[in-house]
């Protein structure tokens, strides 16, 4: 069936403007945060580590969809996508290796060249591009199944389900890429169990499906309600429910985004955010390793308002950096993931 062109989806850029901001702010804390601080901010943690990668990759669905899926025939710019993020995890995996391991020896980079281990606070970026990629290569069956409801559903959950398949066994980075492992050997995000969410994002915005706010807001509630009763999710490797739990927060943040859209400036500000969310990452990672291996000389760990201040600076830092790049004015407007 012949699709017709959608128009751009703000939403998606604004919701990915959210993600963006979290996780600087979460990486900062994490790494620049003495243990009080971290203690403190432990509610907030968890949180981000709910929704910040399922939520990514909802909107890698959406734009995808937008981008590729809704055309005829596909572009095949789809890879470039996926590569994007792929080479950007070797620079981050590199940096923190340089920044925060202080390791500098060739096997240190022979290492991360080949994957032997996952670079921690880059590895999502892995994930990313692996997910893009299987977006396109499974790109004829995809458009198939957004077509059926039921199917759709039929096989997100499947997936879902793909979470109880037991990976203790697994002992290499690579395999854990696709099915998970101990979080022991490495602490990834599985391709195989998280690509429903890439799935529902290309849904949503295939069927212009309107989330739920009170939906989101009573899983989040249930979830936290649950937690407080002493029951745990564990998210490396994710399990079913810590996957089911993301995606309720998913649609809360959804819901928020479209909210946002209304207002001008919101949509304006969070837009360039969201946009050229990939080089927020990465620049964002490369400027915290940095503060990280510095810190003996910044009299050490930080407190709660100077890591969020070293987070807002930084964050500002890259917006300006953002400014000094210059495009030819595209043709039309294109969604990118």
């Not at 923190?96 to 080949?114: K, N, P, Q, W």
């Not at 308002?305 to 930084?314: F, P, Q």
């Not at 950096?321 to 407007?333: K, M, N, S």
Request: with cysteine; aromatic share 16%; glycine share 6%.
């Amino acid at each position: 069936m012949t699709q017709t062109h959608k128009p751009y989806e703000h939403s998606l850029d604004v919701m990915k403007a959210i993600l963006v901001i979290g996780m600087v702010v979460d990486h900062a804390l994490m790494l620049l945060a003495d243990g009080p601080t971290r203690a403190l901010t432990d509610g907030f943690k968890k949180t981000i580590d709910l929704v910040s990668f399922s939520a990514f990759l909802f909107c890698f669905g959406g734009a995808t969809w937008l981008a590729y899926f809704s055309k005829t025939p596909p572009a095949r710019r789809i890879l470039a996508s996926a590569l994007r993020p792929f080479i950007a995890y070797f620079i981050s995996a590199f940096f923190y290796t340089l920044f925060v391991e202080r390791a500098y020896g060739s096997e240190d980079l022979l290492s991360i060249l080949l994957l032997r281990e996952l670079s921690p606070f880059s590895e999502f970026l892995l994930a990313f591009s692996l997910i893009l990629l299987l977006g396109f290569l499974l790109y004829r069956p995809i458009k198939h199944l957004l077509e059926n409801t039921r199917l759709f559903w039929a096989v997100a959950g499947l997936l879902l389900l793909t979470s109880l398949i037991p990976n203790a066994w697994v002992q290499w980075p690579v395999v854990s890429l696709f099915i998970g492992s101990p979080k022991e050997v490495t602490a990834s995000f599985p391709v195989l169990q998280y690509f429903p969410l890439y799935l529902m994002g290309a849904y949503f915005i295939r069927h212009e499906v309107r989330p739920n706010v009170w939906i989101g807001l009573a899983g989040i509630t249930a979830y936290f309600v649950a937690r407080s009763f002493g029951f745990s999710a564990s998210r490396f490797p994710p399990d079913f429910i810590f996957l089911v739990a993301s995606m309720f927060f998913t649609l809360a943040w959804y819901a928020a985004a479209r909210a946002l859209t209304r207002w001008p400036l919101a949509r304006t500000w969070l837009g360039s955010i969201g946009v050229n969310s990939l080089f927020y990452l990465l620049a964002s990672n490369i400027l915290i390793f940095a503060f990280r291996g510095a810190m003996p000389k910044l009299g050490g760990a930080m407190n709660l308002k100077t890591a969020i201040e070293v987070a807002l600076g930084i964050l500002a830092a890259v917006y300006f950096f953002t400014r000094l790049v210059r495009q030819p004015p595209p043709a039309g407007p294109s969604q990118s993931a």
